[in-house]
């Protein structure tokens, strides 16, 4: 079981659209629609954004949209604000009952 | 509102065993609809998922750390705990205990987390 491949880090300008990408494998985002994404400020417990791939727990802004293709899931936030600058971790169902986080996106906004 | 508070030492010494509880308020620990878990975050590092556990007692561990870990639930009390034996320094981290909206599936709602270090 390895952690998910999520980019170091990313940076936008306000109002642009970004994505940050989570690379697993055949054995866990490929097999599985159980994709979260999680977004944590510094010294906060970490916020659930999306789940599911795709789904938006109630209160989380349309600005963040889950999304996923093969082995990789991806979290677009639109309309980039100097709030959403944060870490962002992904997680995903890994089989045989574990789940596998990814190693977070420290997410800039310029 | 449901709301979740961890508590235990913050200082354990190295071969020992690190024992965190997780009260629940506000809310029903027996609900058929969710599960319990563990999460930990050495400093600077990223997420680790610890395990989770059914207000039943079923539970689900990772890997990685099943040899030392147990998670058990006290309906009564609201509770549910996180022991782990033989710890070492690598074992440092702010644990998180949260809400599971299924089995393995995303955690919803987290405890503020509490740091505990290893150390002689």
């Known amino acids: 079981q390895s952690a998910l491949t999520q980019p170091a880090s990313v940076s936008g300008s306000p109002g642009q659209s970004l994505t940050i990408s989570c690379t697993g494998t055949?054995?866990?985002?490929?097999?599985?629609?159980?994709v979260s994404w999680y977004q944590q400020h510094p010294g906060k417990a970490p916020k659930l954004m999306i789940y599911e791939v795709n789904k938006r727990p109630s209160g989380v802004s349309h600005r963040f949209s889950g999304s996923k293709s093969g082995n990789t899931a991806s979290l677009t936030i639109s309309g980039l604000q100097a709030e959403d600058e944060a870490d962002y971790y992904c997680c995903s169902y890994a089989g045989s009952s574990t789940l596998v986080f990814g190693g977070g996106t420290k997410l800039t906004v310029l | 509102q449901l709301q979740l508070q961890e508590s235990g030492p913050g200082l354990v010494k190295p071969s020992e065993t690190l024992s965190l509880t997780c009260t629940v308020s506000?809310?029903?620990?027996?609900?058929?609809?969710?599960?319990w878990g563990w999460i930990r975050q050495p400093p600077g590092k990223g997420l680790e998922w610890i395990g989770i556990?059914?207000?039943?007692?079923?539970?689900y561990y990772n890997p990685s750390l099943k040899s030392r870990v147990t998670i058990s639930v006290d309906t009564s009390k609201k509770q549910f705990s996180l022991r782990l034996r033989s710890v070492t320094a690598a074992d440092t981290a702010l644990y998180y205990c949260?809400?599971?909206?299924?089995?393995?599936?995303?955690?919803?709602?987290w405890g503020q987390g509490t740091m505990v270090t290893v150390s002689s």
């Open positions: 556990i059914y207000y039943s007692g079923s539970n």
């Open positions: 506000g809310g029903s620990i027996s609900s058929s609809s969710y599960y």
């Open positions: 055949s054995s866990d985002v490929g097999s599985y629609n159980l």
């Open positions: 949260a809400r599971s909206m299924a089995p393995l599936d995303a955690f919803d709602i």
